[in-house]
């Protein structure tokens, strides 16, 4: 018997061994397996970005552009519409609704919920339809794994649920919750809680009811399918659903449960009413975009949450387009296609104060105010030429031009408005006048110095763009162009003592992460192009278009608060376009109007001027009046002695006359005894020698001829007649 015991043994022990062995192969086979997966998970996961980094769930942020009060919104700039709100700006009965729907476990697990997965398993297998991703791994997939969000397959979700685990262990559930509630699409472009609330029902987040709540926390579960604007039964359907998990969870009552179902959707649906995200002062505010996207890319204004805030001022603004209003609705305008144009600009910062380009953005999105071709200045361009001939040592006060026409350039010949002569006038009163000829006579007489290419250095300083101006001799005549903003700019130099400031609308930017990338708080950095004489000097030539009763073009201009102020008219050939550009120690303004096809033809008027006296009366009301800072007169040291005659020096001609004629009058007398030898006597001697008298010298008699200046307030001064005074009337000729 031993013998078979000793058998049965050995088979005992073989199989024993043979079992060991099997479950240790299986043993290695499965490490293996093991072993395996796990670097094959490792192998996925390699390139995962770390949650530490505090970029890597960054998420496409509308930027906003704020009026210089930092909260009127002017507009908002987006691919997704999103606005971050933090845990205390959502509803209770969001933050808990969307956890009973969503992740009923969320506070429970640690990024991943088996038992979710587990129990999603036998709803699928049942016939049913149930997901398994929690809050934190909805969140991943929408963010960090955005660009593998539609791919299905095993290696995104292990990806998918290493990153959430991670998360968990370095963000709160609360944290967590509120990056989802912003990051999630909600439908119509709208991402997060707060774009949604106040999109769908036109409230904040925080006001939502249990019915609104219950409404939004449906939808990202498919944003179209349950949009309560485009599928309505789909989305009430839904929103019950979420009711229903609100109740099971103990987030509402059966009460608030019954009262809420029984709602209607009852949207309130926040219509757009800008134009690609810009709501108010369009013209502006798409200039402020524009300069924007000049500095930085698409993406980064568009989706990188950039907080501008811009220099304009709606009260200003306000009585800028108030009082343009006023020229629409006056009944005389010129044509229907008429529109008017201004910057406001405050030259001791160079803030863009107000600004109008055009009379209607959504019918024509063009702005006339900045526009890079501009339009020609007119007579307003004078200002320039002034400065040039003051920088040369030529005294605008003593220097004397003949301002009689036509004179004649490159063939052409140039006249006064209307083909007036005004005789010898100075700089200064030609200013006022707006003499085409004066001016065209001092730029082509070489001994002056002052050249076209010496005016165009001048307005290039004073911040006109160089490539739009040429050297022809009638660039004094303001044949060039330039918009509004670059005219407001430049004769703000002057109200600063001759610092130029180049105009902006940008005062502060900020990041997402609140990093100031401008800073214009302070103003802009000024450069003096001229010097505070020259400048002063200026003025008082300018002061003369507004207050000279005699002479001046822009007698409407003047405030009625009596605060000093400056400026000059424009008119181009044919009328095509009017100008005024004025300034006063505060602010600098400069208005234009005309058609944007250049077809109406206006004639005189004093639309312009009146628009900058009531938009500047209205910005000043209740300012006490400022002169403008004085400075030493310049070193007038020019030989230059002008092309015309000083009334001193007509006086003393006209003296000269007289006595000459009184001596041939004595002789003629001794010689009455041959009367034939001498005809016409006393009467027809000296005085036939020179037909119509002094008056003859030059045609046009009592409208302006002559060689001696008008005295004020005859009728010989052109401010008193078709030529200019309060009608403002110059043509560039």
Not at 134 to 142: E, F, G, L, P
Not at 175 to 204: E, F, R, W
Request: hydrophobic share 30%; glycine share 12%; charged share 20%.
């Amino acid at each position: 018997m031993k013998p078979r015991r000793k058998q049965r043994e050995k088979r005992a022990h073989a199989g024993l061994w043979a079992i060991i062995i099997v479950l240790a192969g299986i043993g290695l086979v499965g490490y293996g397996c093991y072993q395996g997966v796990m670097s094959l998970i490792d192998d996925w996961c390699a390139d995962l970005p770390s949650v530490q980094n505090t970029t890597a769930f960054d998420l496409p942020e509308q930027s906003t552009i704020y009026a210089n009060d930092g909260t009127t919104v002017l507009a908002e700039l987006y691919m997704e519409k999103r606005e971050p709100v933090t845990i205390d700006q959502v509803s209770p009965y969001v933050l808990k609704g969307t956890v009973a729907t969503e992740d009923e476990r969320f506070y429970d697990h640690g990024g991943v919920d088996l038992q979710g997965i587990v129990r999603a398993v036998v709803v699928n297998l049942s016939g049913g339809q149930e997901g398994a991703s929690t809050i934190t791994q909805q969140y991943v997939r929408n963010t960090i794994l955005s660009s593998e969000m539609n791919e299905i397959s095993i290696k995104r979700k292990v990806r998918e649920m290493t990153l959430a685990e991670e998360m968990e262990q370095i963000y709160s559930k609360d944290q967590i919750l509120m990056m989802y509630l912003n990051t999630i699409n909600y439908g119509d472009n709208c991402y997060g809680i707060q774009a949604a609330a106040k999109h769908y029902y036109s409230v904040n987040a925080s006001d939502l009811t249990i019915a609104q709540a219950a409404t939004l926390i449906g939808i990202p579960n498919s944003p179209t399918m349950y949009n309560p604007v485009v599928n309505p039964d789909n989305a009430l359907d839904r929103r019950n659903v979420v009711l229903s998990r609100m109740l099971t969870n103990g987030v509402i009552t059966q009460e608030e449960y019954d009262a809420a179902k029984a709602e209607d959707l009852n949207l309130n649906v926040q219509e757009e009413t800008g134009t690609n995200g810009v709501y108010l002062y369009k013209y502006f505010t798409s200039y402020v975009r524009d300069q924007i996207l000049e500095t930085y890319d698409h993406e980064q204004v568009f989706q990188g949450g950039l907080q501008i805030v811009t220099t304009i001022d709606p009260e200003m603004q306000g009585y800028a387009e108030a009082a343009v209003q006023k020229q629409y609705d006056s009944g005389r305008l010129a044509a229907s296609n008429q529109e008017f144009a201004l910057t406001l600009v405050d030259p001791n910062t160079g803030f863009i104060k107000a600004m109008i380009g055009g009379k209607d953005y959504d019918a024509d999105q063009y702005n006339i105010a900045t526009s890079n071709s501009g339009t020609q200045t007119g007579s307003t361009f004078k200002a320039f030429t002034i400065t040039d001939a003051i920088e040369k040592g030529i005294n605008p006060q003593t220097t004397y031009m003949n301002c009689n026409g036509p004179v004649e350039v490159n063939g052409s010949k140039i006249y006064n408005y209307g083909k007036q002569n005004y005789g010898s006038l100075s700089i200064a009163n030609m200013t006022a006048v707006s003499s085409n000829t004066g001016f065209i006579r001092l730029i082509t007489d070489t001994s002056s110095g002052v050249t076209p290419e010496s005016v165009k250095s001048v307005a290039e300083r004073l911040g006109l763009d160089g490539d739009n101006l040429g050297t022809a001799p009638t660039i004094t005549l303001g044949v060039y162009n330039a918009n509004t903003t670059q005219m407001a700019g430049a004769y703000g130099t002057f109200a600063a003592g001759g610092v130029h400031r180049d105009p902006t609308g940008i005062m502060k930017v900020t990041d997402r992460s609140g990093n100031v990338l401008v800073d214009n708080t302070a103003g802009v950095e000024g450069k003096q192009v001229i010097t505070d004489s020259v400048a002063y000097a200026v003025t008082q030539v300018l002061e003369g278009v507004i207050y000279n009763a005699s002479y001046g073009t822009a007698n409407a201009a003047a405030l009625p608060s009596g605060q000093i102020a400056a400026g000059k008219t424009g008119t181009t050939d044919d009328w095509h376009d009017l100008w005024f550009v004025g300034y006063t120690p505060q602010l600098s303004c400069a208005v234009w109007t005309g058609s944007r096809d250049n077809s109406v033809q206006l004639e005189t008027n004093t639309w312009c001027q009146e628009i900058w006296r009531d938009l500047i009366s209205a910005c000043l009301q209740g300012q006490p009046n400022e002169d403008f800072k004085s400075a030493s007169a310049p070193n007038y040291n020019s030989a230059y002695k002008g092309s015309g005659k000083s009334e001193d020096e007509d006086e003393e001609k006209e003296k000269e006359k007289k006595e000459e004629e009184a001596t041939e009058g004595t002789t003629e007398g001794t010689t009455e005894e041959t009367p034939g030898e001498t005809p016409g006597g006393t009467t027809g001697g000296a005085a036939g020698e020179t037909p119509g008298g002094t008056t003859g010298e030059t045609p046009g008699g009592t409208t302006g001829g002559g060689t001696t200046a008008p005295d004020p307030g005859s009728s010989s001064t052109p401010g008193s007649g078709t030529a200019g005074g309060s009608s403002g009337t110059d043509t560039a000729g």
